[in-house]
């Protein structure tokens, strides 16, 4: 099993930033993919951004050019940096892991982010 624990969430004025991170922790095996999610009340959990085993990232339309995923080199640690937030931005992020074969996802608890106007 593998633990995925989220920190750096918080309140944060429009325009600020923020960094998040993900450990995992137990049994670690090679990632396919890690990535960020966000649920906001009332909607549904959409991508933020992933990252391959070989780096390659992707990221929705809507943080493009103001978030950035990286991992440390061992594939351990997931972080998102977040800049330029807005109140839009304001959700609970999850952290995602997918290894294995066959895959196996794993989540973690989720991270308050609120961004006031």
């Known amino acids: 099993h593998v633990q995925l624990v989220e920190s750096g969430g918080g309140l944060v004025q429009a325009g600020g930033s923020l960094r998040l991170s993900c450990a995992a922790s137990?049994?670690?095996?090679?990632?396919?993919?890690m990535g960020w999610y966000r649920q906001a009340p009332g909607q549904q959990r959409e991508l933020v951004a992933r990252?391959?085993?070989?780096?390659?990232?992707t990221y929705a339309d809507f943080v493009k050019g103001r978030f950035t995923i990286s991992t440390d080199n061992a594939k351990t640690t997931m972080y998102l940096q977040m800049n330029s937030l807005t109140p839009e931005d304001t959700a609970v992020y999850y952290c995602?892991?997918?290894?294995?074969?066959?895959?196996?996802?794993?989540w973690g608890q989720g991270t308050q982010v609120t961004v006031a106007s």
């Open positions: 995602n892991r997918e290894q294995g074969r066959p895959t196996i996802i794993y």
């Open positions: 137990g049994s670690i095996f090679s990632i396919n993919t």
């Open positions: 990252i391959t085993n070989t780096g390659f990232t």
